[in-house]
């Protein structure tokens, strides 16, 4: 019953920016981290960032100056500024969160939104 879904993704030319958002939604308690990872063709999925509740932020030296994470935990969301956009920045982008819900029971689990596709190209 909780879901993650994404949106933003897009086509976008070389040093340009886009950003994603995602909304947690359910019978949400608490959100631990939330975060975006990402997986181009042929490679396995790698972490872009993460924040967790209190604000504290972890990032990939590849994204690292170009990429911003944030999150309102009033709307249960999370967003990634993406500035500066490079070809290797290409990628399907998927958040991602460690969630306590109920629904009958207690529920504490990392769920997966279905990702958006993220094309840096002129």
């Known amino acids: 019953q909780v879901q993650l879904v994404e949106s933003g993704g897009g086509l976008v030319q070389p040093g340009g920016s886009l950003r994603l958002s995602c909304a947690a939604s359910?019978?949400?308690?608490?959100?631990?981290?939330m975060g975006w990872y990402r997986q181009a063709p042929g490679k396995q999925r790698e972490l872009v960032a993460t924040?967790?509740?209190?604000?504290?932020?972890n990032y990939a030296d590849s994204v690292k100056g170009r990429f911003t994470i944030s999150r309102d935990n009033a709307k249960n969301t999370v967003s990634l500024q993406m500035n500066s956009l490079k070809p290797e920045d290409t990628a399907v982008y998927y958040c991602?969160?460690?969630?306590?819900?109920?629904?009958?029971?207690?529920?504490?689990?990392?769920?997966w939104g279905q990702g958006t596709q993220v094309t840096v190209s002129s």
């Open positions: 991602n969160a460690d969630i306590l819900s109920y629904s009958g029971r207690y529920n504490d689990m990392n769920y």
């Open positions: 924040i967790q509740n209190a604000g504290s932020t």
């Open positions: 359910g019978s949400i308690l608490r959100i631990s981290t």
